[in-house]
Nanobody
Framework: QVPLVESGGGLAHTGDSLTLFCVVS????????IGWLPQGHAPGLERVVV??????????YYCDSVKGRFTISRDNAKKTVYLQMDSLKPEDTAVYYC???????????????????WGQGTQVTVSS
């Protein structure tokens, strides 16, 4: 397991912006994709992949619901991945987890099952 620590969540209103931070420990950060996978609070909801940055930051993935509103970036020197969340909506409310891909240099981003090590999550709440 690779330690990941999220921060930056909080309470926002519709249309507001938040920036999430994911700091990753360990020496392998620069060779693995990092993703953000929120999980809502309703029973049975699973974590879904909303955004991923490839190991070198040159490829990114966004699910349809956040395209044009969220921007992922990473600083390998600081071992940090950022998620800039703009034009927030109440349906963005969830605990946001960052996670490291299980395979080095992989670009298979779309499934939550491709991600192994997880942080403790940071709560994002958007009110209307």
């Amino acid at each position: 397991q690779v330690p990941l620590v999220e921060s930056g969540g909080g309470l926002a209103h519709t249309g507001d912006s938040l920036t999430l931070f994911c700091v990753v420990s360990g020496s392998t950060f620069s060779t693995y994709a990092i993703g953000w996978l929120p999980q809502g609070h309703a029973p049975g909801l699973e974590r879904v992949v909303v955004s991923v940055s490839s190991w070198n930051g040159r490829r990114t993935y966004y699910c349809d619901s956040v395209k044009g509103r969220f921007t992922i970036s990473r600083d390998n020197a600081k071992k940090t991945v950022y998620l800039q969340m703009d034009s927030l909506k109440p349906e963005d409310t969830a605990v946001y987890y960052c996670a490291q891909h299980v395979k080095e240099f992989s670009t298979d981003f779309s499934s939550a099952s491709n991600f192994g090590s997880w942080g403790q999550g940071t709560q994002v709440t958007v009110s209307s």
